[in-house]
T-cell receptor, first 112, second 113 residues
């Protein structure tokens, strides 16, 4: 997992609630990423940020929002507009100085 | 759309066998090809990576073979062990100003004792 932390490890949400997943890195990488993982679907990119105060939509951004106010932090909010949010969420860091992305341990979100 | 196609979806081998996982891509701009290993409930971890200027790279029991003309690359695990049982993902990156990795859908490997 290197220097990427995600919290909480498990998260339960009621229908209609927004929840925020935390991702922090101490690897000094410029770029950070959020992925969603569902069984048999591989890793799908939600949002990514190549630099502070800038971010771009990935392949499945609808129902999610992000911010990048600090280089170390890239929180993801799962909004009530996301109709099927139950999944394993992975944060990664990498980019400019390396082609590789390093992943955090993940957050498993379950909607009750 | 950029894609990386990975096969097989699942693979079962006996201890000591040599599982082979294959990936194919279309985008000739891809210039970096990593493999990740993921255990249940954990984040993926970088296993080994290759660039198109070499045809093979070995790290321990893991080998990547790369065929640039066929736009294919594969992971071989020598002397596989039950502890290698995991999901393996291939990926590709086109570098430059695009820092996005495109992932295959994964291969669930089971190594029986």
């Amino acid at each position: 997992d290197g220097g990427i932390t995600q919290s909480p490890k498990y998260l339960f949400r009621k229908e209609g609630q927004n929840v925020t997943l935390s991702c922090e890195q101490n690897l000094n990488h410029d770029a950070m990423y959020w992925y969603r993982q569902d069984p048999g679907q591989g890793l799908r990119l939600i949002y990514y940020s190549q630099i502070v105060n800038d971010f771009q939509k990935g392949d499945i951004a609808e129902g999610y929002s992000v911010s990048r106010e600090k280089k170390e932090s890239f929180p993801l909010t799962v909004t009530s507009a996301q109709k099927n949010p139950t999944a394993f969420y992975l944060c990664a860091a990498g980019g400019r100085n390396t082609d590789t992305q390093y992943f955090g341990p993940g957050t498993r979100l379950t909607v009750l | 759309q950029q894609q990386v196609k990975q096969s097989p979806q699942s693979l079962i081998v006996q201890k000591g066998g040599i599982p082979i996982i294959n990936c194919a891509y279309e985008n000739t701009a891809f210039d970096y090809f990593p493999w990740y290993q993921q255990f249940p409930g954990k984040g993926p971890a970088l296993l080994i990576a290759i660039r198109p200027d070499v045809s093979e790279k070995k790290e321990g029991r893991f080998t990547i073979s790369f065929n640039k003309s066929a736009k294919q690359f594969s992971l071989h695990i020598m002397d596989s062990q039950p502890g290698d049982s995991a999901t393996y993902f291939c990926a590709a990156n086109s570098g430059g100003s695009n820092y996005k990795l495109t992932f295959g859908k994964g291969t669930l490997l089971t190594v029986n004792p």
